[in-house]
């Protein structure tokens, strides 16, 4: 989906014009994939524009480089501050924010150490990332051939830039076969996660979702979707998942900032649900909570 441009992006601490946010040819992220970064939605609500539980994500972004030893030379609340100040700067009521934190320029080879952290943070409208006839209908996805990355390959509960090159291969593969999206299996051969989403399964009225050591990356709007399942008194099992019992689900839905709640209505050429009732529950209680209408969750949403 092509980039829509504004006018400001924020750098190493100071807001710039778009079209100034550059960064030299050698520098070591862009070798190495040697960054980490953050997916994070502002909403247009009921009170204005408000960022969806982005302490939880910038906090994440800090767990990202501890585990990839990248020190973020500014903390969670100056990149907050900093963020809604971007938002202000480019009179945007909603958008899609990309925080990332980079090795930059002055060193090559596989010790990163020395390099310098340059951080940046670019914001823009984007909508849903499967369309909005898949949020409304449900896209068809498939398995993949490529396996999730595990634990001791890569941290899957990690968000690094260069693990997601295993993301683009299932994503391609899928786009290639026909298909609007992959899912992939772990190390072990269980249900996964898809390139850039969490899966939920429903089978006869229980909701279920791999767990963390199936090599998922755990996501924030995954685990807002549990917390608000559980509101909605349906039981929720964090387990293991078969191919087998995936293709005999009564329905299937995909969770990410991106993705939002996206209704997956085909696997490997089997109908799930079309979108079924729960998926439609849970994704209309969603976006009631990100527009600013469920006064319950209201600590969700900080606003610009």
């Known amino acids: 989906m092509p ?26 992220a862009l070798h190495y ?4 970064f953050e997916g994070i939605r502002c909403y247009n609500t009921i009170k204005g524009p408000a960022i969806f539980r982005v302490k939880e994500h910038i906090q994440r972004l800090h767990n990202s480089g501890k585990i990839y030893m990248i020190e973020i030379p500014y ?30 320029y002055g060193e090559m080879g596989l010790n990163p150490l020395n390099a310098p952290v340059d951080v940046a943070i670019a914001l823009w409208p984007w909508g849903t990332y499967l ?7 449900g896209i068809r996805a498939k398995i993949s051939s490529f396996q999730r990355i595990s634990p001791n390959i890569m941290p899957p509960n990690a ?3 260069g693990q997601y090159i295993n993301s683009i291969l299932s994503k391609i593969e899928a786009l290639k076969s026909g298909y609007d999206e992959a899912i992939l299996l772990d190390v072990r051969g269980f249900i996964s996660e898809g390139p850039g989403e969490n899966l939920f399964v429903v ?28 509101d909605m008194n349906y039981e929720v099992k964090e387990t293991d998942i078969t191919r ?42 969603f976006f009631d909570i990100v527009k600013g209408r469920e006064k319950k969750y209201e600590g969700w949403m900080d606003f610009v």
């Open 203 to 230: 089978k006869d009225g229980i909701v279920y979702t791999p767990p963390e050591y199936a090599s998922i990356l755990p996501g924030i709007t995954r685990d807002s979707v549990i917390k608000i399942l559980k």
């Open 159 to 161: 968000k690094a830039t």
């Open 131 to 137: 369309g909005e006839e898949g949020l409304k209908n």
């Open 75 to 104: 903390g969670v609340d100056e990149l907050i501050k900093a963020t809604k100040e971007l938002i202000r700067a480019n009179g945007l009521n909603e958008c899609y924010i990309r925080p990332i934190a980079y090795r930059g």
């Open 33 to 36: 994939g040697s960054a980490v």
């Open 244 to 285: 087998g019992f995936l293709y005999l689900a009564d329905e299937a839905f995909f969770t990410g900032t991106a993705a939002e709640i996206t209704p997956i209505r085909e696997i490997d050429d089997r109908e799930i649900g079309n979108p079924g009732i729960i998926t439609k529950k849970v994704q209309e209680r």
């Open 3 to 28: 980039i829509q441009e504004v006018k400001k992006i924020w750098m190493n601490n100071k807001i710039i014009d778009w079209k100034d946010a550059k960064i030299h040819v050698l520098t070591h």
